[in-house]
């Protein structure tokens, strides 16, 4: 069993900057080779792709709506990924979730994904 615990959430000005880092406990990362995506949800809206990265950080995907503005990189020591987030804009505000999958290589397809963090909101003003 894996449980991925985010942090990093916040209320943030338009144009600024924040990080979200999702952890796992119980099954590592590292020792599970899992991919690591991030999706989004907005209010009344269906959960959407973000990015992800591969077990070995060679590869990454994103959405065309943050590519340039964020960037995802990982530490299978500490069994963390990380999404820095820059440049945020209004449309960005959502529930932002972390997802693993026991595979090496990427996908944007949620249900390919088998463990999921219970999400943290990022909130961005204008």
């Known amino acids: 069993q894996v449980q991925l615990v985010e942090s990093g959430g916040g209320l943030v000005q338009a144009g600024g900057s924040l990080r979200l880092s999702c952890t796992a406990s119980?099954?590592?990362?590292?020792?599970?080779?899992?991919?690591t995506g991030w999706f989004r949800q907005a209010p009344g809206k269906e959960r959407e792709f973000v990015g992800v990265?591969?077990?070995?950080?060679?590869?990454?995907s994103y959405a065309d709506s943050v590519k340039g503005r964020f960037a995802i990189s990982r530490d299978n020591v500490k069994n963390t990924v990380y999404l820095q987030m820059n440049r945020l804009k209004p449309d960005d505000t959502a529930i932002y979730y972390c997802?693993?999958?026991?595979?090496?290589?990427?996908?944007?397809?949620?249900?390919?994904?088998?463990?999921w963090g219970q999400g943290t909101q990022v909130t961005v003003s204008s």
């Open positions: 997802a693993a999958r026991n595979s090496y290589s990427t996908s944007t397809n949620p249900i390919e994904y088998d463990y």
């Open positions: 119980g099954r590592t990362f590292s020792n599970n080779g899992m991919a």
């Open positions: 990265i591969s077990w070995g950080g060679g590869r990454t």
